[in-house]
């Protein structure tokens, strides 16, 4: 298992796909992007932004609930790609008794950011659905930036008005 963290939630294109990307927090770093609904989207996102809403979303009241009734969230662990669909469960815990229950990784991972636990990654779902990021090369790689900025202000000099009517 691979402790990993919340990067963001957001929107594939072209399809308008929500998409949830985690990170490994050690090792190369690998990205797990992983398909959601839209509900769960904006749950996340609410949650991860502190956004208050006039009365409990659901992740809320499932929180408040498991509070209520004295059970806290120990971690979450996405476990399974199987069939291009994830799997995760909840590590829960009431005194000495510990329970695991089986959930979206969306849902899983809106109550997570609600309860501040931790978030795993199988190694088999890492290795699976896991990348490392390319590194990207600088935008001005061919020049020094200095060089850079000289040509701009002589372009700045030597531009006038008219240069930009038809």
């Known amino acids: 298992m691979v402790e990993v963290e919340l990067v963001e939630v957001r929107v594939e294109m072209p399809g308008n796909t929500p998409i949830v990307l985690l990170r490994e927090r050690g090792g190369t770093r690998r990205l797990l992007p992983i398909l959601i609904g839209d509900a769960e989207a904006r749950a ?3 949650a991860v932004d502190r956004i208050q809403t006039p009365r409990p979303m659901t992740h809320d009241l499932f929180r408040d609930v498991l509070e209520t009734l004295g059970v806290g969230v120990r971690q979450i662990v996405v476990t399974e790609l199987r069939d291009r669909t994830f ?5 829960l815990v009431e005194g000495e008794n510990a329970s695991v229950v089986s959930a979206r990784p969306s849902d899983a991972i809106a109550l997570a950011v609600r309860t501040g636990c931790p978030i795993f990654v199988s190694d088999a779902v890492l290795d699976e659905a896991g990348y490392v990021e390319e590194e990207k090369e600088p935008a001005t790689a061919e020049a020094p930036p200095d060089e850079v900025i000289a040509q701009f202000k002589d372009f700045l000099e030597s531009v006038n008005p008219e240069d930009f009517r038809s």
Do not use: D, R, T
Request: glycine residues 0%; hydrophobic residues 60%.
């Open 44 to 46: 996340i996102v609410y």
């Open 87 to 91: 799997f995760a469960e909840l590590h």
